[in-house]
C-alpha cells in the first residue's frame, strides 16, 4: 500500500464528518446568499459576504471531490 492509498483510506474513515462538512458549508452558502441579496452593493458587508462565499465554493468543491473519491473506492472493494 503506497503512500496515495494510506492517505484515502484514512480519509475515507472520516466520510461521515465530511458529509457533515458538506452538509454545513451548504447551509453556511445558503446564508451567505440571502445576506448577498439584503445588503447592498459596494459596502464591507457585501465585500465581506461575497468573500465569504467564495471560500464556501471552494470548500464545497474540495470536500464533494472527497466524497466522490471515498464513493469510488467503497464501490470498487
Given at each position: 500500500?503506497?503512500?496515495?492509498?494510506?492517505?484515502?483510506?484514512?480519509?475515507?474513515?472520516?466520510?461521515?464528518?465530511?458529509?457533515?462538512?458538506?452538509?454545513?458549508?451548504?447551509?453556511?452558502?445558503?446564508?451567505?446568499?440571502?445576506?448577498?441579496?439584503?445588503?447592498?452593493?459596494?459596502?464591507?458587508?457585501?465585500?465581506?459576504?461575497?468573500?465569504?462565499?467564495?471560500?464556501?465554493?471552494?470548500?464545497?468543491?474540495?470536500?464533494?471531490?472527497?466524497?466522490?473519491?471515498?464513493?469510488?473506492?467503497?464501490e470498487?472493494?
Amino acid at each position: 500500500m503506497n503512500t496515495g492509498d494510506r492517505f484515502w483510506k484514512l480519509l475515507c474513515d472520516y466520510r461521515q464528518l465530511l458529509r457533515y462538512l458538506f452538509a454545513l458549508a451548504v447551509a453556511l452558502a445558503v446564508l451567505t446568499v440571502i445576506s448577498i441579496a439584503v445588503t447592498e452593493r459596494g459596502t464591507a458587508e457585501y465585500v465581506i459576504s461575497v468573500f465569504n462565499l467564495s471560500v464556501l465554493a471552494l470548500v464545497f468543491v474540495l470536500v464533494g471531490y472527497c466524497l466522490r473519491r471515498c464513493s469510488k473506492r467503497k464501490e470498487r472493494t
